[in-house]
Nanobody
Framework: QVQLVESGGGLVQAGDSLRLSCAVR????????LGWFRQAPGKEREFVAY????????YYADSVKGRFTISRDKTKNTASLQMNNLKPEDTAVYYC????????????????WGQGTQVTVSS
């Protein structure tokens, strides 16, 4: 059973940076995908970025491309989301999720989820 634990959220000002971490417990990821999703108040949860665990190839939503960077550390079994030039519209609860097999933006295909970490960006 994979357990995911996010950390690193907080309150920042527009233009600041934050780095979120996702610790993976219970199993060492190998042929898996790890994604970051977010849910803003009153909105549906949306895709942010994913990474193929084996080869490290990332993919981003257009709204964060060029500002966010997803990475993984296979030795530590952790993933990170570096968020630069944050905007008020980035305010949301951020979740990491994992699945076996190929990476996808479809959150319905991820079967392991963390509890989420709040990111608030003030203007």
């Amino acid at each position: 059973q994979v357990q995911l634990v996010e950390s690193g959220g907080g309150l920042v000002q527009a233009g600041d940076s934050l780095r979120l971490s996702c610790a993976v417990r219970g199993r060492t990821l190998s042929g898996d995908a790890l994604g970051w999703f977010r849910q803003a108040p009153g909105k549906e949860r949306e895709f942010v970025a994913y990474i193929d665990w084996r080869v490290g190839s990332p993919y981003y939503a257009d709204s964060v491309k060029g500002r966010f960077t997803i990475s993984r550390d296979k030795t530590k079994n952790t993933a990170s989301l570096q968020m630069n030039n944050l905007k008020p519209e980035d305010t949301a609860v951020y979740y990491c999720a994992s699945k076996r097999g190929f990476a996808t933006i479809s959150q319905a295909q991820y079967n392991n989820w963390g509890q989420g970490t709040q990111v608030t960006v003030s203007s």
